[in-house]
């Protein structure tokens, strides 16, 4: 800064309410050499006078040598700095905007209150501190208290923490207090703040409780004599043997008398109690007694004696069944009868009633003995039933069977059943009792249950084949039966003619399994039946099976059997032949090795019973079909697709391939997508009508694909027009080149492509070839960029300079204009991008500048310029060249502090 005003640098400063308007700027004092400016209490200043909120008002400075402020008064338009003056005597700096904000009153702040929920009880007096931060009010402070007693009016308040008193709290006084403090009292929310706290005063009710006289074993109850009591009201009570008690009445359920006494009650409400009333309690003794018998019973006619222990000086009233027994007057009862008795005594006005007893009278037992009689073995057995008439359950007693005894006790029920009873003779003996303990001797009653058994026959089973009939039953299927009795014969089916021995059953030739069954009488009239099978063979129908089938490929074994066992094979035909000594046994075998062909089966069986029978059937083995594939000449990458051929030894089939595409059951085409040896498979599977047979191993051939050649060119991507001739790196030695633009760049023999011989520009060279297998590569292309040297000019530079001239940067353009910022220049007072006219010294220095492009490299010729340093003393009036004013903190030429204090 001291540099460019002769190291004596003068500031003026200004403002001004239209900044736009240059003749409105007014000075603030005059120019000197102080580097900022307050202003100390803007309220009192002219320049914010008459300024609403939201208005605004500027400053600037400026600067200059001493010896341009000649006058406060010259810096008016037009005279302001000048970038494009080089000599320009002073400099301005840009306006600073300042806007008017002042409020129009001080809240208070941070209101906080000692408590903000008080429990009060009737006559307490209570205390709250409201503290907070006041500032400097514009209009004074002022605090307004709402609630209870409160005014709510404003009253002055000059400091804090504000005290309230309140002394001897009633319930009228409860709820909601609001402390409001503002400044100025002017009704604006923005000038005030508020706090609450909540009063709550409780006052519990007076108890009244009353003397109460009770008898003992009576609920005693005492009331607290308040009425409407308030909610949350809590009770204390207390009495004789340290009773307590919260709750507003008190029971004790059957009193005794040493619940006698006095009892106290105070009440409570948020901590706060009541006074202590007391009631006086008597509780009078009641004639209490005991029985000294329980409720009982007896057995026919008898009656009990009832009795309690004597109470002196007691009355008795008897009851039977509810009525009174004017004949009791007593301790005791005698001959009581079945009834419910009851008992009440009284003395001193006080009563006391027992509880009842019940006297049962009950009948000794009487039964009954049923259910005997005849039957066979097998039949249902009706049950032995001892029923009881008279008497009550559980009944315990003991009955005999022809003598052997058998015990029962505590029986539920007055019907005692013995279920499917043995054969014998049942009766009762000894004693009965029933559950009320009554007793009674057994009487002879009794009954009888026989139980004859059934005849027993014994049959076999019988066997004949279907040419066999007139079978007599008797003697070929009962091998014993009793003597006493007969029976008679039953068939599921088929005729059976005559009786007895003489049964002769006929089945007419139908085969099939016949159940016989025969019934048998004794002389006791009990009968039961057997049965046995008869079975009837019919002649034998054998059904061949072959697993895997009847018809197969050759090389399968074929397993034989039938449908079912018999006793006795043969196999016949000229199948047999294959079978070699295996002809005679149940399932044989026809090797894998028989030969292709067809062939008869046929098989005679016979079971155990001599019955015969035959199947005949063919079998078909169908020879393995075989295939042979054409050949197919070796390919290049890329060749239409290739057909191979299938020739089959069976004309109709189904062939499946590998390594190809089928295209129908006998051709396939190969595509030769890339390079390689490929296996070529082939299956042939012939026609249902030729047994579906698959060929034993599959038929395979090659197919050779040989590759294309990759071909690379390998040029440079990009040269000068100045650089040497590029010669390719070819993949697969010379084929055939091209070049596009033609250009004589290009030696199309050796590949050879010579940058001087070409403008600047892009070509594009392709590149084709065929190898010795006739496999053509893709052709290829590389694209060479020929880059034109730039031209470079620095004459936009002085050529003349004072050398007390500053620093300054050289300048370089392309020839179309462009400034550069790369580039190297060079030359007595150059340091990188800048000359120096001192450095230089004086006379005329040759610049040179040198470029090379950063995108392509290519160099331009160096180009030069002169500058002249001369020496003069020149005015002040050139201190300011080139002087451009930035008001940032980093190149400050002036400081303007401007402070405001609000």
Known sequence: MNHYYNNDPRFLYQWSRTPDIQSSWKNLGTSGTVTSYAITNPAADPIFSAMANGEKVYFRVVAAAASVFTSNNNFVAPNYADKDNLCKN???????????????????????????????????????????????????????????????????????????NINDVTPSLAGKYLITIEDGNLGNSACLDTISFRLTVATPPTPAPADVTICEGEDLEITSGITAPPTGTIYHWTGPGAFTAATADVTRAKALTTYSGTYSLYTEIAGCVSTTVSADVLVNPSPVTTWLTTDTTYCGTAGVTLSVNAVAGATYVWTKNGAPVPTATTASLSGALAGVYGLTLTKSGCSYTLRN??????????????????????????????????????????????????????????????????????????TITDGNGCTALATTANTVVEINPLPVVTMKAVYYCSTTDNINLYNEMISSEPTNGSGVFTASAGT????????????????????????????????????????????????????????????????????????????????????GSATTIASPTIPATAAPGIYALTVTVEDANKCTGTDTKTITIHALPTATLSSVAPLCVGDAPATITATTSV???????????????????????????FPISYTFTTSAATGSCKMETPVTGSVVVNPLPVLTLNYSAAACVYDAALTPSLSHGMGTLAVSPATPALNATTGVFTPASATAGNYTITYNYTDGNGCVGDAVTDVITINPRPVTLINMNPTAVCDYTPTFGLKAQL???????????????????????????????????????????????????NITVNHTNPPIECLMKRLILMFQIKHLFLIFVLRVLI
Not at 822 to 844: C, D, E, K, L, Y
Request: hydrophobic share 35%; proline share 5%; with cysteine.
């Open 357 to 430: 007893i019940t006297v049962v009278g009950n009948p000794t037992p009487v039964y009954t003995i049923t259910g005997g009689d005849d039957y066979c073995a097998g039949e249902t057995v009706a049950p032995v039933v001892i029923e009881f008439t008279v008497g009550s359950p559980n009944f315990s007693f003991t009955y005999t069977i022809d003598g052997t005894a058998k015990a029962v006790s505590n029986h539920t029920s007055t019907t005692y059943t013995i279920n499917t009873p043995d054969a014998g003779i049942y009766r009762l003996t000894g």
């Open 90 to 164: 002073y400099s301005i700096s840009e306006p600073i905007e300042i806007t008017k904000n002042c409020p129009a009153c001080i809240q208070p702040k941070n209101l906080t209150i000692s408590k903000r929920n008080i429990a009060a009880c009737g006559g307490d007096d209570v205390s709250v501190s409201i503290n907070g931060i006041l500032g400097a009010a514009l209009n004074g402070y002022k605090i307004k208290i709402s609630g209870g007693t409160q005014s709510g009016t404003y009253a002055n308040l000059s400091t804090l923490p504000y005290v309230l």
């Open 651 to 677: 004309a109709d089939g189904v062939g499946t391939w590998t390594g190809a595409v089928w295209a129908s059951d006998k051709t396939a085409t190969f595509t030769p997508a890339t390079d390689g040896t």
């Open 815 to 865: 020839a179309n204009g462009t400034a550069l910022t790369t580039g190297t220049f060079s030359g007595t007072g150059v340091t990188g991008r800048n000359f120096n006219p001192a450095a230089a010294t004086q006379g005329t220095h040759t610049i040179t500048f040198e470029y090379a492009d950063p995108t392509t490299g290519c160099e331009a010729l160096p180009v030069t310029h």
């Open 496 to 579: 059976i003619t005559g009786t007895g021995s003489s049964s002769i059953f006929k089945h007419n030739g139908v085969a099939g399994i016949y159940t016989i069954t025969y019934t048998f009488t004794d002389d006791n009239g009990c009968s039961d039946s057997f049965s046995e099978t008869l079975t009837i063979n019919a002649n034998l129908s054998p059904t061949i099976t072959a697993n895997p089938g009847f018809a197969v490929c050759q090389k399968t074994p074929i397993t034989l059997a039938t449908s079912q066992a018999f006793a006795k094979y043969t196999w016949t035909g000229t199948a047999a032949a294959l079978l």
